[in-house]
Structures are given as C-alpha cells and as structure tokens.
Nanobody, 123 residues
Framework: QVQLVESGGGSVQAGGSLRLSCAAS???????TGWFRQAPGREREGVAA????????TYAAAVKGRFTISQDNAKNTVYLQMNSLKPEDTAMYYC?????????????????WGQGTQVTVSL
C-alpha cells in the first residue's frame, strides 16, 4: 500500500503561483507519480508525471511551460510548481502513484490516489 497526502492548494489571482506537495508513505514501491486535476462537470485529466528513478517527466499541453513537477526522493515527496495560473486551472488536484514505470496519464495505470487539494484561480 502507498498512502498519498496532498497539500498546498488554495486561492490565487490569475498570474499567481502555487506549489503543491504530495507526501508518500507505505511499503509498496512507487515507480511513477502523477498529478491529475478534475474540474466540476469535467473528466479527470493528467497534468504532469515523473519517474521515481530517472526523474524523467511529461506534461499535458495545457500546462507545459507553466507547471514543473519535481521530487525529493529522500523525503518521498513530489511537488507541482504552478506558475502563471489561469482561471481554467481551477480544479481539485490529485496525486497518484503507480508501481509501474511509464509516463502516462491513463488513470487505470495508477493504483494509489490521494484525497486531493483544491486550487482556485480568480481573475
């Protein structure tokens, strides 16, 4: 099992920044960690993902150049730095982990999910 706890969400004005954290614990291996988001009435979508061992990353087109995923393996924590936030970034943000190793946004690939942290961006 892997437990994931997100933090760092909040309300900001457009153009602002937030840094989300995902603290992982548990005995199961975690080879890939991803950030997803879900806005009301919309499907959950992948935002960014990172491979634990290599640090390789991938981003959704909507956030590329604005968001950065990173990790501190000593702290078992994955971060999502979000800059130049837009109102359309408003959503619940979820951290997810997989024992598999792949840079994918397929939700079925991830076995473990956090409870989410809300991000609200206003004009």
């Amino acid at each position: 099992q892997v437990q994931l706890v997100e933090s760092g969400g909040g309300s900001v004005q457009a153009g602002g920044s937030l840094r989300l954290s995902c603290a992982a614990s548990g005995s199961a291996g975690r080879s890939t960690t991803g950030w997803f988001r879900q806005a009301p009435g919309r499907e959950r979508e992948g935002v960014a993902a990172i491979i634990t061992t290599s640090g390789a990353t991938t981003y959704a087109a909507a956030v590329k150049g604005r968001f950065t995923i990173s990790q501190d393996n000593a702290k078992n924590t994955v971060y999502l730095q979000m800059n130049s936030l837009k109102p359309e970034d408003t959503a619940m943000y979820y951290c997810a982990a997989s024992i598999g190793r792949a840079l994918t946004f397929e939700t079925w690939f991830y076995q473990y999910w956090g409870q989410g942290t809300q991000v609200t961006v206003s004009l």
